[in-house]
């Protein structure tokens, strides 16, 4: 896979030229396709129908190739933005989560903007339909992180000089609205909380619900206001050894992350197989070994050449559900300590 670099954009470049880069090259070779094809004529104009489509995609593609290159600098920029801290989640002893309360409210769209967020609305039946425009940056819109980023960016710009190494481990630490910080101690950890909560308090932003696998720098006040609760502990009244991070259950107390694999019937098809493989999610990365392993047996149900839909062969199917039997529901979130 390539990577979301500078580097790996020039590749994937590079690859689709190659393949894609010369029109008069694509448009003889399917001239050719088309010429050499028998002489049926109700064959050949389906065929010829089907290669006009190709031609036309392949055409297009090389358009958005040209386009693609102008705003290459853009790209790089919004990719450049994902932030690599995944391995820093796993090699921390303290690490702590918490989130910016209402992120997206908190940044006002600029006038010449709003008309792209202006909506319709009829507050009583009967009357009449009127016209509005969000003023703040809507909550799911397709460009709402990126604007997000942008923002935290240039506030963090602001405090660079003055905490220039705790700024920049800040600046990694930002997956939208959710803030994943870790440390080497205790100190350490209390530091960068403190530190963070004055960077964001300067731009009227307010880091909550923090939790950690430290006790002590997780410390609040004993009543957690309500509306700080998330819906499940409102309703459930869950314990709090339990939270999320990046969507998945994390045990505070005793450090691990739970890793959800699907469940497939006891005779799976490759189909199935493969489908099982895809929905694992893992965004921290620790079940990688336990997925490659699947990984390899799927492979061999691929040399076995078996349809998607019939049932895989009585060896690799064995091989399978001794996979499914050995996966872990919980690991340790800490290398050091794996």
Known sequence: ?????????????????????????????????????????????????????????????????????????????????LPPFRGELRGYPVIQAN??????LQIRTHESERDALRFHWRPISLSEVESYRFTRVFFGLAPSPFLLGGVLESHLDKWAKKYPEETEHLRRSFYVDDVLSCGQNVHQARTRKTIATEIMNDASLELHKWHSNEPQ??????????????????????????????GITWNKEDDTIAVQFPEVGSKPTKREALAKLAKVYDPVGRASSSVL??????????????SWDSLITKNLRMQFQRWEESLPGDVTRDLKTA
């Open 217 to 246: 720098v997780e410390y609040r006040p004993h009543s957690t206001p309500y509306e700080e609760q998330s819906y499940a502990k409102q309703q459930l009244q869950a314990q709090s050894r339990g939270s999320k991070v990046l």
């Open 99 to 104: 989130d910016i309360k209402k992120a997206f």
């Open 293 to 306: 392993q699947g990984k390899q047996i799927f492979r061999g149900i691929c040399d076995a050449k078996a």
């Open 1 to 81: 896979a390539l990577s979301f670099t500078p580097e790996g954009y020039n590749r994937a470049k590079s690859i689709l030229t190659e393949k894609y880069g010369k029109k008069s090259e694509i448009v003889k070779a399917y001239t050719r396709e088309i010429l050499e094809l028998p002489s049926t004529p109700n064959s050949n104009q389906k065929k010829i129908s089907e290669f006009s489509e190709k031609l036309t995609y392949c055409v297009q593609a090389l358009e958005t190739l040209k386009k693609v290159e102008q705003v290459n600098g853009e790209v790089l920029m919004t990719l450049d933005k």
